[in-house]
Structure formats: structure tokens, C-alpha cells
């Protein structure tokens, strides 16, 4: 089974490359003040695993348990030249997002996948957040019985 930690950590690393002017860290708790005071910023976060496949489980047959995984990009910006301006640079922002993690690879043969993005909140105060969902697959268990 993949290590969250580990695939989090592949994630981290992969976003900042993207410009040595982003915040780039793991989400936690409320999007309060504390996170959009140095903008622009990602932050990612482990959104949780599901069953998706299970096989096998009789009498000497393997038991597999296909899982998907997901984790939420958290895409921050911040510009006070008005709003088409901020939705402009967020969503450039995003579509580099994209390009860096869509078909990540985090084994040789494995790969975080797009799945959706959608805007999350737009301010007074000129800021701007899309939320992206990546997931992944993994295998639980294989058994011989």
C-alpha cells in the first residue's frame, strides 16, 4: 500500500518546482487568515481512500482490494486589480498545477490522475481559491490463501 506520507511528500515536491515565489505546504484545518497571508500559495491535503474493486476471498483463491485514493489542491492567489484580474492569475496558476501533476508518477508504474477542479471562494478583498482533485490507485492486499 502506498505511503500517504510518502506520496504527499512526491506532491510537495513536485509543486515546487513551479516557482520559487509559492507557498507550498500541507493543508490543515479551517482556511482562516493564516493561509492567505503570503499569496500566491498551493496546499495540498490527503482527502481519504476508498474501495472501489474488491476480488477473490474462497478458498484458496487471493484475496485484492482495489483502492482509490484522493488528494485536494488548494490553489490560492490574491490580486487587488480587480476580480477578472484574480481569476486570471489563479486559473493560470491551476492550469501549471496540471501540467505538474497529471500523470505524476509515484511508482514505475503508477500515476496520480486529474480528476475535477472547481472554484472554492472568491473575496471582496481580491482573493481567489480553486480547489483540485487528483486520485490515485493502489492495491490493499493480495493473499494467497
Do not use: W
Amino acid at each position: 500500500m502506498v505511503s500517504r506520507i510518502s506520496l504527499t511528500n512526491h506532491i510537495l515536491s513536485a509543486l515546487q518546482t513551479i516557482d520559487s515565489n509559492l507557498v507550498v505546504d500541507v493543508y490543515g484545518g479551517e482556511m482562516s487568515n493564516s493561509y492567505v497571508k503570503k499569496l500566491p500559495a498551493l496546499y495540498v491535503v490527503y482527502n481519504g481512500i476508498k474501495n472501489i474493486r474488491s476480488s477473490g476471498g474462497l478458498a484458496g483463491r487471493s484475496v485484492q482490494t482495489l483502492l482509490q485514493g484522493e488528494f485536494l489542491i488548494f490553489v490560492l492567489g490574491k490580486n487587488l486589480r480587480g476580480m477578472q484580474n484574480v481569476i486570471e492569475d489563479v486559473q493560470a496558476l491551476s492550469q501549471m498545477v496540471i501540467e505538474k501533476l497529471n500523470g505524476l508518477q509515484y511508482f514505475d508504474n503508477a500515476a496520480l490522475v486529474f480528476d475535477s477542479e472547481q472554484l472554492d471562494t472568491i473575496t471582496a478583498g481580491g482573493v481567489c481559491i480553486y480547489v483540485q482533485k487528483y486520485v490515485y490507485n493502489d492495491i490493499l492486499a493480495e493473499v494467497k490463501k
